[in-house]
C-alpha cells in the first residue's frame, strides 16, 4: 500500500502561484495531480510517468509544471497565473505497476492523498 501525501495548497490572489508537492512512502512508476471542485467531477491536471514522460490537462494552457525528484518518491506541481476557475482541492495520485503509462485517467490511479485545497480570490 502506497501512501501519499499532499501540501502546499493555501489561498492566492488571481494571477498568483502555488507550488504543490506529493510525497509518497515508497517509488511509484507514476505520479500525477487531480482537482476537484465542489459538485464537479475529479479531473486531470498533470501526469508524469517512469520515462519523465509529462501529459497536461488541455485547461493547463502551459500555466502549470509538473516535476518528480531523483527518487522518484515526490512529485511537485508549479502552478502560475492562478485564476479564480482553478480554485478545487487537488489531489495526488500514484501508479505503481511497472511498464504501464498513466495520463489523465483518474480510474487508472490506484493510490490517492487526501488532498490539499487551493483557493484563488481577490
Known amino acids: 500500500q502506497v501512501h501519499l501525501a499532499e501540501s502546499g495548497g493555501g489561498s492566492v490572489q488571481p494571477g498568483g502561484s502555488l507550488r504543490l508537492s506529493c510525497t509518497a512512502s515508497?517509488?511509484?512508476?507514476?505520479m500525477g495531480w487531480f482537482r476537484q471542485a465542489p459538485g464537479e467531477g475529479r479531473v486531470g491536471v498533470a501526469s508524469?510517468?517512469?520515462?519523465?514522460?509529462?501529459t497536461y490537462g488541455d485547461f493547463v494552457k502551459g500555466r502549470v509544471t509538473i516535476s518528480r525528484d531523483a527518487a522518484k518518491t515526490t512529485v511537485y506541481l508549479q502552478m502560475n497565473d492562478l485564476q479564480p476557475g482553478d480554485s478545487a482541492m487537488y489531489y495526488c495520485?500514484?501508479?505503481?505497476?511497472?511498464?504501464?503509462?498513466?495520463?489523465?485517467?483518474?480510474?487508472?490511479?490506484?493510490?490517492w492523498g487526501q488532498g490539499t485545497q487551493v483557493t484563488v480570490s481577490s
Open positions: 515508497e517509488f511509484t512508476y507514476s
Open positions: 508524469m510517468n517512469n520515462d519523465h514522460s509529462v
Open positions: 495520485a500514484a501508479g505503481a505497476l511497472p511498464g504501464r503509462w498513466y495520463y489523465l485517467d483518474a480510474s487508472d490511479f490506484p493510490y
